[in-house]
């Protein structure tokens, strides 16, 4: 398995997710955001941060930016994409996922520990998790509010493209458990072709029982 | 065009001091010669009354590689490894605009690590409001909150550790103290001091605008009820810039191209250049017209004034200018080469090819007014009778209104704001006694903490200055740190009336001594004077930052209880000193006495024999006993864990107020296992500690003697202030 990794000026967790891939034995090539050529890979990772200040629309002026040209032309031949965070929101700028990540509709950042319901796992990315398996995973973002229109969002259920949902620690999804507004409590989702995952939890930050928690090893195995 | 007396008081000058300029220089300053004196001579950038009380600080231990006077201090952690922090006052500009205020002070303590070759690994605040009915304390909070999470989140630095309190002292002059801690190779340390005739200057950054003029003299100044009007004064951050030029900066500092560099903070180009030349002992020849700029029309005046945010001056070695030109044109960052140093030993501007200023440097710098105010020293209060009113207070009730009161209540609302985990290196993360962060790639960590107790330096400043280092070496050693040195940054009032510079000085005398006795010394930090409101000062507040380090990342603990059955052991000697404790002031409202004392040979050896504990894992939790005493300490340490205790405070002292609630220093309590209770027990006896064994874990609640708490109910008063106050 090999990565790139794309590097925005503004990405603040390019090395995070470059520790964890390595910590899986996925070799990771750090690519510049001013690059043309992609180097050959089978996975690409869109770190977070805020690419370009984001002082736009999150990830909006990313999705223009001249690498993700090639990364989309890599997601539409199949290769796996996977956005977190602000990758999640550069994803939905492209259309390469559907919807849009609003504010956290208590207008603040929120950065904690929180659970999510793995409810596919039939993706490349969630292959070893059981399903309904309950994550504790950090999410760490002030626009995390997923929305989409009934039609978008009647898709994406009928194509079993949800693939986390906010819950509780005992599985319950519900507006108690939402920490940012999300219809449907979804805290991830891929395209139809699953071969992009979008999410806004920070699975990198839970690889390492001595920083709170190794529950995001589970994506990454998945990956293997 | 010469200038006049009243041009130089509107300055912030005072007749005496044009009378030393125009001595200094032998004639009169024109206009851009008199606003660089006035931003070079103000308290904020001169420490004119504050310079000869700093100097007895100690400064040096084995660990100290570069004290007070950089950009920010260096201790020594071991394998070529080295920490560089500073924390740094913004409170002036944070009052009038919260959220710019704020992110700026974030973002000016990043430059000040950063120049020095460091990458910031940590950010940490403390921040203090007035009372929380005051009709602009949810504004400002809300404010101050969002533009530190704005500036940290974006920069992608965790912001792992600080401090809130409200106190109606700050009413008119809130304090936001802005913290950083950078890690850099020993060899790789940068410094502002300028060398090299003839080196050409760069600019290198943000371009300059009209914001933040006067930003530095309007910090050396009282406020009025018209300080709304200064709102031009503050500078406005972008933190993406400043990314850019934090790793544009880092990426330049692995070739061999600088000579030195320095951040433009306060008073911008003006204190930026003046320091690198006057260290360097060298004269500075900068030509303004090629000062990269935002807005058109920009005088002399307002090019060296400007407190524009992310801007960097760097002398280059001759003929280094492309290859450096180069990094920062990929990170789109403007790069010019606006002047040299010369032999002149002068500040020399040019302006449309005229000379608009030619001034001796030492005269800004060497020469500035320095003054020894008259002071008067705070005496130690006496202590009043006031066991009756104790006496009949209900014990369960004192702690439910400590766990609900805003200044002990979970400060999660503020800390969920700041991304705390950014870097992957966070090992403990905030609402600890201190943070702990894991040094990238290796098996030791760092950890820090940001800490005072004004309503003790009021009382009594030398106490008081002395608990601030106090309590900062104490959390330190809560999570198993050895504690190495400390900055800081000293909040005060008008030092021209004799009681403030009073307080000033008591405060500097404890903090020495305490500093001298730990071995843990000053290596940065910055003084806020004129904190003040129509004629009213702050309580003094002298904001301590630790840190410290830890060999071994896995040998840390935190305050959560782990296990039911096991024993609470409380470390120190416990007197009852109840006067100027967080139940007598923010809950009896009894706000006078003395504050606690300390003696400094118990705190270092209870601090060694806690560290001893940790590295030979007999302790499961570890909590520093501070605000609320035992009795909150032990509250804290269930509500973390989510395990009860039983304690019985029979026989153990005659007074259970003054037991559960005193604030006697130098204190810890810690869970031990039953297995190892012999092992601590002889451990303690051997290093000759005060302990007391006073009760043990068990499910579900706390209860002290007859009394009885659930953990849920204590989470549910604790959790609840800051959502119902920023909610209504």
Redesign the interface.
């Known amino acids: 398995m090999k990565a790139s990794v794309i590097v925005f000026?503004?990405?603040?967790?390019d090395?995070?997710v470059q520790?964890?891939l390595e910590k899986f034995q996925i070799s990771t090539t750090m690519v510049w955001h001013q690059d043309t050529s992609l180097p050959k890979c089978d996975l690409i990772v869109l770190p977070?941060?805020?690419s370009?200040?984001?002082?736009l629309r999150c990830g909006s002026m990313a999705s223009k930016s001249k690498v993700m040209n090639e990364v989309i032309k890599f997601a539409n031949k199949g290769g796996y994409v996977f956005g977190i965070c602000n990758g999640f929101q550069i994803l939905t700028e492209t259309g390469l996922l559907p919807g849009a990540l609003l504010r956290n509709y208590k207008l603040?950042?929120?950065?904690?520990d929180i659970c999510v319901k793995t409810t596919n796992n039939q993706t490349p990315f969630t292959n070893k998790i059981s399903v309904q398996k309950i994550l504790t995973i950090?999410i760490?973002h002030?626009e995390g509010n997923y929305f989409a229109s009934q039609e978008e969002i009647n898709t994406l259920k009928e194509n079993n493209q949800i693939v986390f949902q906010y819950c509780d620690v005992d599985g319950n999804i519900s507006d108690q458990s939402n920490p940012n507004g999300s219809i449907l409590n979804i805290a991830g989702i891929v395209n139809k072709n699953k071969n992009v995952l979008g999410m806004m939890p920070?699975p990198?930050?839970v690889i390492d029982q001595?920083?709170?928690g190794t529950d995001g090893q589970e994506i990454f195995k998945s990956l293997l | 065009m010469t200038t006049t007396v009243e041009q130089a008081k509107q300055l912030g000058l005072t007749n005496s001091e044009f009378d030393k300029i125009k001595e200094l220089i032998g004639r009169t300053p024109n206009f851009t010669e008199l606003g660089i004196f006035s931003a070079m001579w103000n308290e904020h950038c001169s420490y004119k009354s504050s310079r000869v009380w700093l100097s007895k600080l100690p400064t040096k231990n084995k660990y100290v590689i570069q004290g007070p006077g950089e950009n920010a201090g260096v201790i020594d952690i071991g394998d070529n490894d080295v920490a560089i922090f500073k924390i740094e006052s913004h409170n002036h500009p944070s009052y009038i605009e919260p959220y710019q205020g704020a992110a700026t002070g974030v973002g000016g303590i990043l430059r000040d690590v950063f120049t020095m070759g460091a990458r910031p690994i940590a950010n940490l605040n403390s921040i203090r409001f007035g009372r929380p009915s005051h009709p602009k304390t949810k504004y400002l909070l809300n404010g101050v909150v969002s533009g530190i999470a704005g500036y940290g989140n974006c920069m992608g630095i965790p912001t792992v550790g600080g401090e809130v309190e409200f106190d109606e002292c700050y009413d008119g002059n809130i304090l936001v103290n802005a913290m950083n801690i950078g890690l850099a190779k020993k060899d790789k340390v940068f410094l502002s001091i300028a060398s090299g005739i003839g080196n050409p200057v760069i600019y290198v950054g943000s371009k300059t605008g009209r914001d933040g003029i006067h930003g530095a003299s309007m910090a050396s100044q009282e406020f009025d009820d018209n300080s709304e009007a200064k709102k031009p004064t503050v500078q406005v951050g972008d933190p993406f810039a400043e990314k850019l030029l934090l790793e544009a900066c880092l990426e330049l500092m692995k070739t061999d191209t600088i000579i030195s560099i320095q951040d433009m903070g306060a008073a911008g180009l003006t204190s930026s250049s003046v320091e690198m030349a006057s260290k360097g002992k060298l004269g500075i020849e900068i030509d303004l017209n090629k000062v990269p700029c935002r807005e058109t029309e920009m005088q002399p005046f307002e090019l060296m004034l400007s407190e524009s945010q992310e801007r960097m001056l760097i002398v280059l070695k001759e003929g280094k200018e492309q290859e450096a030109e180069k990094i920062f044109k990929k990170w789109d960052l403007d790069f010019s080469v606006i002047g040299k140093m010369t032999d002149s030993k002068n500040l020399v501007l040019y302006f449309n090819n005229k000379v608009v200023c030619n001034i001796p440097i030492t005269s800004l710098a060497d020469e500035a007014p320095k003054y020894n105010r008259e002071w008067v020293s705070t005496p130690i209060p006496t202590e009043i009778n006031i066991d009756k009113k104790l006496n009949d207070l209900d014990i369960l009730d004192c702690l439910k209104k400590l766990l609900s009161h805003e200044n002990q209540a979970n400060k999660s609302w503020v800390w969920e704001q700041y991304d705390h985990m950014v870097m992957g290196d966070t090992v403990q993360r905030p609402g600890g006694d201190a943070a702990v962060i894991r040094v990238h790639g290796t098996d030791k960590a760092l950890a820090a903490t940001v800490d005072c107790t004004p309503r003790y330096c009021l009382a009594h400043p030398f106490t008081g200055g002395m608990q601030a280092v106090c309590e900062t070496y104490r959390n330190l050693t809560a999570v198993g740190a050895e504690p190495r040195a400390i900055t800081n940054c000293l909040n005060f009032g008008n030092p021209e009336k004799k009681e403030i510079m009073g307080q000033f000085v008591d405060v500097i005398k404890g903090m020495a001594e305490a500093c001298q006795a730990l071995d843990y010394p000053v290596i940065s930090g910055n003084v806020s004077l004129y904190n003040e409101t129509n004629g009213v000062g702050i309580k003094p507040t002298p904001t301590i930052g630790g840190v410290g380090l830890i060999s071994n990342v896995n040998q840390t603990v935190n305050f959560a209880l782990k296990s039911i059955g096991s024993h609470l052991i409380v470390i120190g000697k416990t007197k009852g000193h109840i006067y100027q404790s967080a139940l007598c002031y923010d809950i009896l409202h009894l706000k006078k006495g003395p504050p606690p004392s300390i003696e400094l040979a118990n705190e270092k050896k209870n601090s060694l024999f806690i560290r001893e504990l940790i590295k030979q894992s007999l302790t499961n939790a570890v909590h520093d006993i501070s605000d609320g005493g035992i009795a909150l300490a032990i509250a804290e340490m269930c509500m973390a864990g989510k395990i009860g205790a039983k304690i019985n405070t029979n026989k153990l002292f005659e007074d259970r107020v003054k037991f559960l609630f005193g604030e006697d220093q130098s204190r810890y309590i810690v869970e031990v296992n039953n297995k190892d209770l012999e092992k601590v027990k002889k451990l303690i006896s051997s290093n000759n500690i005060d302990y007391l064994d006073i009760g043990i874990t068990q499910k579900d609640h706390l209860e002290i003697d007859e009394i009885k708490i659930s953990i849920d109910n204590m989470l549910e008063l604790n959790n609840k202030w800051f959502i119902n106050y920023n909610s209504k």
């Open positions: 000026p503004g990405s603040n967790c090395r995070d520790v964890a977070g941060g805020f370009y200040g984001d002082y603040k950042f929120i950065c904690k950090p760490a002030n920070h990198e930050r001595i920083l709170g």
